[in-house]
């Protein structure tokens, strides 16, 4: 009996220092790497996108195309109005391992460095600021598409951060009928872009979506309005996967123009 005490015992101890030695002795990730978070979204198409967070957004990184396939963040009613100025310092992404996109990318090509998260929806901090400076937020813009129409919407949708307390963003580009690839990365032109926009307001979701030729365009910005369905159809991504099933579907599928300030005459 006593042997039999013993040898559990001892096999007890034995099991509890195997335990102990690989909980404290497992290897730690580097912090150089990119952080992985739950990115809400699920991807259709083939490319392996790499996530990376920052501390004030997330983004999928397309090595093949060089610039984000999405990229997601929360502007507030407090972050409206800073006073932090642009640096217009655009420099590579430290946490994308295979490297991002560069100055050179851009010389002389005839397109703008565009902003999928803007530096204006970050003017309250210089850490927010800085960040939206880095490749991995950037992709090449026709120019009076990202000083016109792309800047419009931009402006409206701190507009409805104030008027409903924040909203919850997703955009970035759609690599469909793709116009040129520029610089020595090969940076590929999309033919399209996207923004998705959700909000909780008077105890209800709401949603909408956008779909952008790259190029000058004339017509209000109401014209491009989608419901979040045809964005992601288009862009062959699903968002807002951390709603309930019932909620997502409603807020996808239709859009409530009135209610966003928006109409075919504006």
């Known amino acids: 009996m006593t042997k039999k005490f013993i040898s559990i015992f001892t096999i007890t101890i034995l099991i509890g220092f195997i335990v102990y030695f690989y909980v404290t002795c497992k290897p730690i990730p580097s912090r150089s790497k990119a952080k992985a978070v739950n990115t809400q979204v699920i991807q259709s198409n083939q490319e392996k996108y790499q996530i990376v967070k920052h501390k004030y957004f997330t983004l999928a990184y397309s090595e093949e195309h060089e610039q984000p396939a999405w990229v997601c963040y929360t502007l507030r009613n407090e972050y409206v109005g800073g006073s932090e100025h642009r640096s217009n310092n655009f420099i590579p992404d430290p946490l994308v391992t295979s490297k991002t996109a560069d100055d050179i990318d851009y010389l002389k090509s005839g397109y703008d460095k565009g902003h999928m998260l803007p530096a204006a929806d970050m003017s309250w901090s210089p850490e927010a600021m800085k960040e939206t400076f880095y490749f991995s937020n950037i992709s090449p813009q026709e120019p009076s598409f990202n000083r016109g129409a792309w800047k419009k919407l931009e402006e409206k949708v701190r507009d409805w951060a104030v008027k409903f307390d924040s909203v919850k963003v997703y955009v970035g580009p759609v690599f469909k009928n793709n ?15 996207y923004k998705t926009i959700v909000i909780y307001f008077g105890s209800t979701y709401e949603g909408i979506g956008f779909i952008f030729p790259n190029k000058k365009v004339s017509d209000p910005i109401v014209n491009f309005a989608v419901s979040i369905d045809s964005v992601e159809h288009y862009s062959n991504l699903d968002f807002y996967k951390y709603l309930p099933n019932s909620i997502e579907e409603k807020v996808e599928s239709s859009i409530n123009l009135d209610l966003w300030g928006l109409s075919k005459t504006k």
């Open 179 to 193: 116009i040129k690839r520029i610089g020595p990365d090969s940076v590929t032109v999309p033919g399209y872009y």
